[in-house]
């Protein structure tokens, strides 16, 4: 028997090792940007040398948005998918000493990737990762210089970007945007504004020393040797008549809460689904890509009827739809997911 005052103790002590335990998470990520400290997300990780995808098939994505990485040049994007909104092409380039610097290796997490390339004794990160409470994306890029001098580090970033608005249809295939966003004015020095006849886009970063000249963002980075430096550019995007959102978190918390939701989606998912324990732990990691598959598909979007919306699959801005025949990912463990969602689903499916 355990009296009222041992279990009220055992209770403290397990809130606080859950609550210490998220401060570590937390102190961690302040420390490095490029640790994802939740082991859920970890193990999940895929490297460049264990991905069979092709580049157009490689995406990172959450409930909201999903984006399309340029491996040809290290922190480019080519396209964002964001359901009705769609940047395709969004081809943002970023140029190292005036050319696009192929990504080396990359490491692909739910909700984010980190690219790594090289260029004249300069090693090059780029973390991307789309946030999930708003439609922007954040590269945090950090520069380190193996040299045994000095270097300036000048960096150019464009884009020639398409926007339109799909609100009443989105077919199966991902299909180009048709409306070209052109360059507006802005007061801010370090931000390109976009606009087309659907929304607005915005490419801004936190270094002073960029500015605007025309259709791109242009500075130099000096860096000692042995020295590392790290910026940081927004991608944001809206349609036309949405107000900004004013926030007055930082990067660092923006980036935490982007990968504490994947967390908290993937716990969840285990805790419904059940877990699988073998004596092979490929097989137990197996069946957890499994289930991050279905998380790919679901959506979570204001505009959208359903919250949450499940489609045939999606991450790559494909198969946003959905059949009531089909659902290719999801249809077998569904009703144990989220069987609310699964109820509304099948309903709408047979109103439509």
Request: charge should be neutral.
């Amino acid at each position: 028997m355990v009296n009222s005052y041992q279990k009220m103790g055992l209770l403290f002590f397990v809130f606080s090792f859950v609550f210490l335990g998220e401060n570590n998470c937390q102190q961690k990520e302040m420390a490095d940007v490029f640790e994802n400290c939740f082991p859920n997300v970890e193990e999940l990780s895929i490297s460049s040398e264990n991905c069979i995808l092709e580049d157009r098939h490689l995406w990172v994505s959450n409930e909201i948005q999903t984006v399309n990485p340029d491996f040809k040049g290290i922190g480019g994007i080519t396209k964002i998918y964001s359901p009705p909104l769609n940047l395709s092409p969004l081809q943002m380039d970023v140029k190292f000493f005036e050319r696009k610097i192929k990504t080396k290796q990359y490491n692909w997490k739910p909700g984010e990737i980190i690219q790594q390339a090289e260029i004249n004794g300069i090693e090059i990160k780029c973390l991307i990762i789309p946030l999930s409470s708003s439609t922007k994306i954040i590269q945090v890029y950090e520069l380190s210089n193996q040299n045994k001098e000095s270097i300036a580090i000048p960096i150019q970033i464009s884009v020639a970007p398409y926007l339109s608005n799909y609100d009443s249809l989105w077919i199966w295939s991902p299909r180009d945007a048709k409306n070209k966003a052109t360059l507006e004015y802005t007061p801010k020095i370090s931000e390109l504004l976009f606009k087309s006849e659907d929304g607005i886009i915005k490419i801004s970063t936190d270094n002073n020393n960029f500015e605007k000249k025309e259709n791109y963002l242009s500075g130099s980075i000096d860096i000692e040797a042995g020295e590392k430096k790290q910026f940081t550019t927004i991608i944001s995007y809206s349609e036309k008549n949405q107000k900004d959102e004013i926030t007055s978190k930082g990067t660092m918390q923006l980036i935490q809460e982007a990968r504490e939701r994947w967390n908290e989606r993937l716990t969840y998912a285990y805790n419904h689904l059940g877990r699988i324990k073998s004596s092979n732990a490929d097989l137990d990691l197996f069946y957890k890509r499994g289930i991050l598959s279905l998380l790919t598909c679901e959506w979570n979007k204001k505009e959208l009827l359903l919250q949450p919306y499940f489609s045939e699959s999606g991450i790559d801005g494909g198969a946003v739809c959905s059949y009531l025949w089909g659902y290719a990912y999801v249809s077998k463990i569904m009703p144990i997911y989220n069987s609310q969602a699964w109820k509304n689903q099948i309903i709408q499916g047979i109103k439509t």
